[in-house]
Each structure stands twice: as structure tokens, then as C-alpha cells.
């Protein structure tokens, strides 16, 4: 039997891809483990729906998910010992190029949505950009603690949140059934 724990954990410390030992309350565990939450709520969102286009495109974001982990998990100075992809202005790109073809098909709302108002997988798409808007702040931390060497990471991950945010949209559209605005105090 394969045993999960290894108890290296116990002291509060993890492993970075290269070994280097750190704190699990250093910058890096918890962005890339924001990142992790991300791709969760993705996969409830993915199990719960029946739409297979929908079903690919956050399959797609789910992988790119772990290779961005994986580059997050990897201290900049083993980037070169250890082959670890990286985010590219590819896949930001291909973020893009979804969210305009999904703006094509509908018109947005012009005011701030009330998730979970009017449709199951839209709330946990708006769930879903909650949490990668939480990732982008924590990949800014690591920016700023000069734990970030590529650019590309933050770009990728504001285009996500808008795309999370345009999808649960169309998927409302499809669904028939439109968002709920806020109209702010009555």
C-alpha cells in the first residue's frame, strides 16, 4: 500500500520543486495553493454541467492551472536545472480569443451581478473568478517580493478572472435565464 503522508510536512514547512525547503505561510504555497482552490471550484463547475464546450474550456483552464502551479512551486533560481514550463503570452492569448467569442453571443449587464441569483454553474463560475482574483493578489505579493520572474503570470491571471466572469454570463444566456443586478440601497 502507498502511503500519502510523509510527515515532512508536520513542522510547517514544504518542498519547492527544487527542494528548497520554505514555510507554508511563505507567499509561494499560498498563491499557488489559492491557484489549487481555483481549479477546484473549475471542477465542481465542470462535473455539475452537462455543456460540453463548457466542460473543455475549463478543462483547458484546469491544466493550465497546474503548469502555472507547477512555475509557481519553482524557485526562480531552479527554472533552469529543473524543466518547468511557464505561462506564456500564448495562453493568455487563447483566454482572449474566449472571451470574445463568448462576448459575440451576448450583451453583458451594466451593473454589478448578485451570484447565485438565477442559475447554479454561473454562481460557481463567479465563485471560480472570486478565488483567481484572490490568486492575482497573492501572485502580486510574490511580484513585489521579487518571487515572480515572469511577467505573463499576472496577465494570464487578471484575462482568467474576466473570462470566469464572461462565461458565467453566457452560461446564464444559455441557461435563459439572465443575472441578477444590484441595484444598490433601496
Same mark, same amino acid.
Given at each position: ?44 463547475? #465542470? ?89 492575482? #493578489? #497573492?501572485?502580486?505579493?510574490? #511580484? ?43
Amino acid at each position: 500500500m502507498v502511503k500519502i503522508y510523509t510527515k515532512k510536512g508536520d513542522e510547517g514547512q514544504t518542498s519547492l520543486f527544487g527542494g528548497q525547503r520554505i514555510s507554508k505561510s511563505d507567499p509561494r504555497p499560498e498563491a499557488y495553493g489559492t491557484l489549487d482552490e481555483v481549479c477546484a471550484v473549475l471542477g465542481v463547475a #465542470r462535473a455539475a454541467t452537462d455543456n460540453r464546450d463548457l466542460q473543455a474550456v475549463i478543462h483547458s483552464i484546469q491544466e493550465d492551472l497546474f503548469l502555472l502551479g507547477a512555475e509557481l512551486a519553482t524557485a526562480p533560481e531552479d527554472r533552469t536545472r529543473i524543466s518547468v514550463q511557464q505561462i506564456t503570452a500564448e495562453h493568455t492569448a487563447r483566454l482572449e480569443a474566449l472571451i470574445d467569442e463568448r462576448l459575440s453571443k451576448i450583451e453583458l449587464p451594466r451593473a454589478f451581478i448578485i451570484p447565485g441569483s438565477s442559475a447554479y454553474i454561473p454562481a460557481l463560475l463567479d465563485w471560480a473568478r472570486a478565488v483567481a482574483r484572490r490568486a492575482e #493578489r #497573492r501572485v502580486v505579493e510574490l #511580484r513585489e517580493a521579487a518571487l515572480l520572474d515572469n511577467p505573463e503570470v499576472l496577465k494570464y491571471l487578471n484575462r482568467l478572472a474576466d473570462l470566469l466572469f464572461v462565461l458565467a454570463r453566457y452560461q446564464e444566456a444559455l441557461e435563459g435565464k439572465g443575472a441578477v443586478q444590484w441595484r444598490g440601497r433601496r
